[in-house]
Nanobody
Framework: QVQLVESGGGLVQTGGSLRLSCAAS????????MAWFRQAPGKEREFVAS????????YYADSVKGRFTISRDNAKNTVYLQMNGLKPEDTAVYYC????????????????WGQGTQVTVSS
């Protein structure tokens, strides 16, 4: 099992950018597809983006397509989420998680989550 720690969140104005990081422990990071999710106040957690084990395949939620980019560095056991053109509706706690394939992560459920990282976009 991979242990995950999210970081990089903060307060940014509309149109700004942030890069989130998710650091994984263990030597099997490259064996897992990875994904970012987010949960806004009063809403259910939702899929944001996923990436395959080798980084060649990515999926995005329609709401972030063209603005967010997911990437990974298997040598550093880290997955990233570059967020550009941020909007107030992107305000949420962002989480990462792992799974078998990038495609499956789009609709996966999980027994546990990390602490997440807060992203707040001011209007």
């Amino acid at each position: 099992q991979v242990q995950l720690v999210e970081s990089g969140g903060g307060l940014v104005q509309t149109g700004g950018s942030l890069r989130l990081s998710c650091a994984a422990s263990g030597r099997t990071f490259s064996s897992y597809a990875m994904a970012w999710f987010r949960q806004a106040p009063g809403k259910e957690r939702e899929f944001v983006a996923s990436i395959s084990r080798d980084g060649s395949i990515t999926y995005y939620a329609d709401s972030v397509k063209g603005r967010f980019t997911i990437s990974r560095d298997n040598a550093k056991n880290t997955v990233y989420l570059q967020m550009n053109g941020l909007k107030p509706e992107d305000t949420a706690v962002y989480y990462c998680n792992s799974g078998s394939t990038a495609r499956a992560l789009r609709s996966a459920t999980f027994a546990s989550w990390g602490q997440g990282t807060q992203v707040t976009v001011s209007s």
